[in-house]
């Protein structure tokens, strides 16, 4: 069973960044090159969204919303998922959360995001 936990958040004014990073757990192998993963996101009072994905081999999409601004990695090694995020918007204020893509993990702790206008 793998488990993540998930850190960087914290409260940043409009224009701003942050990165994130989710540390996952695993018996062996390198988690993320062994399934997609991304970053989602939960504001409150709306559903969770996935907003940055990366394939096993590599391949990032972004959802329209932060296209241009986020930035989504990967380190094998530290078996650690990265989000950078740039040019922060209040609208970005949520948890953010990493899981695999289709969801395959139980969801960790999340991280706290507050962009301030």
């Known amino acids: 069973q793998v488990q993540q936990v998930e850190s960087g958040g914290g409260l940043v004014q409009a224009g701003g960044s942050l990165r994130l990073s989710c540390a996952a757990s695993?018996?062996?192998?390198?988690?993320?090159?062994?399934?997609?993963a991304g970053w989602y996101r939960q504001a409150p009072g709306k559903q969770r969204e996935l907003v940055a994905s990366?394939?096993?081999?590599?391949?990032?999409n972004y959802a329209d919303s932060v296209k241009g601004r986020f930035t989504i990695s990967r380190e094998s090694a530290a078996n650690t998922l990265y989000l950078q995020m740039n040019s922060l918007k209040p609208e970005d204020t949520a948890v953010y959360y990493c899981n695999t893509v289709p969801i395959k993990w139980n969801w960790g702790q999340g991280t706290q995001v507050t962009v301030s206008s």
């Open positions: 695993a018996a062996s192998g390198s988690i993320f090159y062994i399934f997609d």
């Open positions: 990366i394939s096993r081999s590599g391949r990032t």
